[in-house]
């Protein structure tokens, strides 16, 4: 295949991603800087004046947050360090949400010094907060969504959330503590695939200001499929915050980065067993959501001069580890003649791709690029057998 154009969902030229392979190698994660920003605008058009906070837990990269710092994003963190990435890219305390259901020591005295917004996730935590913090109550809705078990964060038997039986008390403890209670939030999942589950959290929500009056904020968060149709999720979320008098807030991690970056891996060959793979160079180490979601990401062949010409094969995409379960793609059909050393591209890798991505097997995790229209900015270089092992030499 030698297209050079610009499917809508591959963000970059054939030409661009063959050159990215060849300057910095394989397995990369390349993301469009173009691509980022149209994600951001199609937010804000159909949000309108909601405030955008992304969650980094996405895409934690430096430069994309210095990217979205600058276009007037804040950040949800839910760990000291994506406290750390905030606070050194220059977020300020009205910039930062510190979220998670068991937060550290370290993580409420950070927030509270930043003068940060804390989500609190359980009635324990009135207790927990600095005195006079300004907080925003995780309202678990005990709802079921439409997405895979591991992604849904608003059923009853979720970890996440205060049951609205517990809202009254919790309130009164937040005002004895001293604590400003600035709004609700909720996060019901993630790659929530019907928006009809969306529509019910937030209604069943607007429901609970007869519990607590006016407020400023109403927080959605985030959750929503690469496909969903924001404007009509947007209406909903206005819809419900209006019941408060408040402001929409939203936390969209993989909206923003998904589509904006994808996973380049090289063909090591091909073998036939029961089943038929296409071997690869990156597998669930640099790409774990098939494997741990089942999740599908589309692919493109970028297979050399002459490849292909109109015959499909269907293969399991397998990576390099010594697991079973280390497949990109099963049955994926493409086209015929690949050879060692031919690229393909996994597509909508720029949530929870790089993010996710780990040492297993002493595999240096890959360099990431971003096309900033001109050139490759090198985000991250990839990772060498010194820095796995730096942790871990005894001094001695
Ligand atoms: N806000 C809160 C409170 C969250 O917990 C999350 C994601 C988000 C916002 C952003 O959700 P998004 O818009 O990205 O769906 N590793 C999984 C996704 C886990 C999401 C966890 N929380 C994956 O690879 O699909």
Redesign the pocket.
Known sequence: MTRTDTDPHVPLTDDQLRDAARRFGTPLYAYSAAELDAALARVRVAFGDARVWY?M??NPNLTLLRRLHRAGVGF?C?SLGELGRAVHVGAGGDEVIV?GPAKTDEEYALGGQLGATF?VDRVEEAALLPRGSRVLV?VNPGLEVST?D??A?GAARSK?GVRPLDLPGLLRDLRAGGHTLRGL?L?V????RDAADFSAAFARVAELSAVTGPLEVLDV????GLDADLHGIAARAREAAAAFGARVWV??????VARSGVLLTRVMGRKTTGRTFTLLDAGMTEL??PM??G?QHPVRALWHEGAGEGQETRSDLAGPACESGDLLGQDVPLPAGARRGDLLTVLEAG??GA??SSNYLTRPRPAEVLWDGQDWVTMRRRESMADIWAAEENPT
């Open positions: 969650a837990k996405a949800e839910v979220n989500i995780r895979h591991h992604l964060t996440f939030h996060h999942g993630s790659a929530v968060g985030g959750g929503w936390e969209p991690g993989r909206y923003l774990l959501r741990l979601y999740a949530a929870y993010a996710m």
